[in-house]
DNA sequence: GCCAACGTTGGC
DNA sequence: GCCAACGTTGGC
């Protein structure tokens, strides 16, 4: 099993968002390095989700990949913002796994939680210039974390 | 809103 | 394939 952290922008997409609706899909990455992590996710593997641009930026809960990725449908869509008119249903470019919602956290773990903690400043998130909207956790960080969260 | 740190694009 | 220009991300 492996672990994930899912970067989104609360003001679009929350982990309340996702605690309503039970699972979604995660559409919209158009970057290749998120595109590779998302697709070697696996039913099963769990997702922290992070909220980014916003009043504290951390980690809000935790949910788990439900189906391995599949093409991307909002790549297909010409009304859509993430339209990609090279992504065909032959040949897609992008990808999205579908998450179901875990838990929120009932304190989130903050950035400058993480980057304060010793065992937790080596996080990939942490590190400076790190603007991967999708990338692996280590499982003993993921441990730790649910250890104190869960 | 600023701006550093990236990623992407496109001319050559 | 280089690299300057440009766009985006995201913490602060």
Redesign the pocket.
Known sequence: MNYWLL?T?PTSYSIEDLQKEKKTTWTGVR???ARNFLRDMKKGDKVFVYH???EI?GLFGVGEVVTDALPDPTAFDKKDSHFEPKSTKENPIWFAPTISFGKKFSEPLT??QI?ADAELKNMMVA???????VMPVEKEHFQKIMKTLG
């Open positions: 970067k922008e970057n290749y390095q980014s641009s916003c930026p950035l400058f980057k590190q400076q210039g790190s603007r991967l909207s």
